[in-house]
């Protein structure tokens, strides 16, 4: 059995099918990590979510940024005013897809093939350890009863810097903008949320986070996505996987191998149905 990890997919389903055939992905025998955003933007956000789904425990899947839109949009908070999520919405089968997706987890961890996955980043300071113990605290939260009159409290760009002492939705909001939304971080260590563009074009005093000397995890074999400015990246003991299919650009498939991640590409033909604003 394989383990392959997929970008950000954004609805892309015509794309990924493509992908893993070219990748060699068996889907009764093979496992497929995603590394979130699996909807939004693309044209098939619904058959998407019903794909990986149905793919049962042969799919991993993290959260991210988008796919907590939905959840916030499918409880009634008006947090994206542009979007492509409506076929979810309405769809009939719509409370079952959003169960299964606020039941996926924030980051994944498997310790005998070497690799963790998650969506945006980890600071430096959190040792692995404490951001799975983390991810597990927004986890508890997005499967609890009553956690659609509270999501909203997850958005804001403040904390920017991460203490041990915060709590409640302060804590999760932090946790939340590293875990699905984090690219960069400032000279004196807070999430600066405000630059997406690759790290040849942002200003000058921010460092993305990977980059950041002394990084805890710097040991540890990561897989995320996130960042598609960034395009295919591999160093620091980290690959980035955004590689912009939504934009038209490429869709990529890692094989997840003890000696290292063998990629796949695609070149995409999708144009976003919506102006890119995250």
């Known amino acids: 059995m394989a383990v392959f990890a997929v970008g950000d997919i954004q609805g892309c389903l015509d794309e990924l099918c493509s992908v893993l055939k070219q990748a060699g992905f068996r889907a009764r025998k093979d496992t497929l990590w995603c590394v979130g955003d699996l909807v939004n933007r693309g044209p098939k956000s619904l058959e998407t979510l019903r794909f990986i789904r149905d793919l049962g425990s042969r ?25 492509q999520l409506n076929e979810v ?5 719509r409370d079952e ?5 606020r039941s996926r987890p924030l980051m994944h961890h498997d310790a005998e093939l070497g690799y963790v996955m998650v969506h945006a980043g980890l600071l430096p ?7 799975l113990g983390l991810a597990g605290e927004l986890e508890a939260f997005l499967r609890s009863d009553g956690w659609e009159k509270k999501i909203h409290k997850l958005y804001g760009p403040r904390p920017r810097r991460w203490k041990d002492s915060h709590t409640g939705f302060k804590r999760l909001r932090v946790i939340t903008n590293v875990l699905t939304r984090l690219r960069y971080l400032d000279a004196e260590g807070r999430i600066d949320l405000d630059c997406k563009l690759s ?4 200003p000058r005093g921010v460092t993305p986070w ?3 000397p002394a990084r805890r995890t710097r040991r540890t074999r990561i ?3 996130h960042w598609s400015t960034l395009g295919f990246y591999s160093g620091n003991n980290v690959w980035g996987i955004d590689t912009g299919c939504v934009w038209g650009r490429k869709l990529t498939v890692l094989r997840l191998e003890p000696s290292g991640p063998v990629p796949t590409q695609i ?8 102006r890119k604003n995250s």
Request: hydrophobic share 50%; net charge neutral.
């Open 59 to 83: 799919a991993v899947c993290v959260l991210g940024n988008h796919d907590i839109t939905l959840l916030a949009l499918a409880a009634g908070v008006p947090i994206c005013s542009q979007h």
């Open 89 to 93: 919405l309405e769809a009939p089968d």
């Open 97 to 101: 897809l959003i169960d299964w997706l």
């Open 125 to 131: 300071e959190w040792s692995m350890k404490k951001a």
């Open 199 to 202: 790290p040849v074009k942002c």
């Open 210 to 212: 990977f980059r950041v």
């Open 223 to 225: 897989i995320f996505g």
């Open 267 to 274: 070149l995409c033909q999708q144009r976003a149905l919506i």
